[in-house]
């Protein structure tokens, strides 16, 4: 094990040379690239009203509403359950960290100071999803498409995109 003799690796991290790439700059690497956030954008426009679970509103009061709910977008499902996604919160987070990769490094080091050494399961934030394909529905009629179009694009039935349509809209 690569350290100082304490045990520890996390220290180990600090010796690299400064031209030496980080260990995790590779992983980091590999995720996937995202350059969108629709739910987090809309989150903190649109959906700024609907209520995210209590583990996210606890990052959120660390980070801002569109960095946790960011998080939770770029997280990687973790284990069998395909629902499920953990993120491990160090006590030191770098540049190349996948953490300031998800959130960027100024919200990744505030979050290290509040929940340092944790694994955070993040969970689905099924209202503000709901809110947001609603959203996305009475936009799309609005613009002209059809119950059936809208229902393709968002993978739900005729009648589920149908009762998310403002009855005012249909008319």
């Known amino acids: 094990m690569a350290g100082n003799g304490t045990g520890r690796t996390g220290t180990a991290l600090a010796r ?10 590779e992983y980091a690497r590999s995720l ?4 969108a956030f629709p739910l987090a954008d809309f989150a903190v426009r649109d959906g700024a ?9 606890d990052i959120a009061t660390v980070i801002g509403r569109h960095a946790a709910i960011r998080m939770v977008e770029a997280a ?7 629902r499920r996604r953990q993120v491990y919160i160090p006590k030191r ?5 996948p953490l300031a990769a998800m959130i960027g ?3 990744a080091r505030a979050l290290s100071v509040t ?4 694994v955070v399961e993040l969970p689905q934030c099924r209202e503000l999803v709901q ?5 996305l529905a009475a936009r799309w009629h609005a613009e002209g498409w059809t119950v059936p179009e809208i229902a393709v694009e968002l993978c739900r039935s005729e009648r589920a995109v149908a009762a998310m349509i403002p009855p005012e809209a249909s008319r």
């Open 115 to 118: 929940h340092a050494h944790m």
């Open 93 to 97: 987070v770098h540049e190349a960290h």
């Open 105 to 107: 490094l100024k919200a």
């Open 16 to 25: 690299l040379p400064n031209n030496a790439p980080h260990p995790d700059a």
């Open 49 to 57: 009203d609907v209520r995210l679970p209590e583990v996210v509103e």
């Open 131 to 135: 809110a947001y394909e609603a959203w």
């Open 32 to 35: 996937p690239a995202r350059t």
């Open 76 to 82: 990687r499902q973790t284990g069998a359950r395909p």
